[in-house]
């Protein structure tokens, strides 16, 4: 629902603001420390609360953790980038210098074609 006066969204079963965080979820969510009370365990507010409570405690210590995981990663792929980069570039220079050496030891010689001598089946009498 809509506030006329204040213009706040606000849920018509419990009367509570829409609140919205992307890692904690919103007023919808059956799990979230901000859902609606009547979605979940209605009858059951105590349990409710811890269940709610716990998963909101684990996301919160997930998520230092897992931002140190990417954190990490990073940096991982910034030191054997670092290394494997240039070691990399090398190796394909290496083959790009020694491919045209190649090509032009071949450019020296000259070219030799096959080519089948069709004369001597055709004629056999010369004067």
Do not use: W
């Not at 209605?42 to 909101?56: L, N, T, Y």
């Not at 210590?61 to 954190?71: D, N, Q, R, S």
């Amino acid at each position: 629902m809509h506030c006329t006066r204040c213009k706040t969204d606000f849920c018509y079963k419990c009367g509570e603001r829409f609140r919205y965080l992307k890692f904690f979820g919103d007023h919808y969510s059956k799990l979230s420390i901000f859902g609606c009370k009547y979605r979940f365990k209605a009858d059951q507010p105590i349990q409710r609360k811890v269940i709610r409570g716990a998963i909101f405690g684990g996301k919160l210590i997930a998520a230092p953790v897992i931002g140190a995981l990417a954190l990490c990663a990073g940096a991982l792929a910034v030191g054997i980038s670092l290394f494997a980069l240039p070691v990399y570039g090398g190796i394909r220079l290496y083959r790009h210098c020694e491919g045209r050496q190649a090509s032009k030891i071949v450019r020296r010689h000259p070219p030799t074609y096959h080519i089948p001598n069709i004369s001597l089946h055709l004629s056999h009498s010369f004067p």
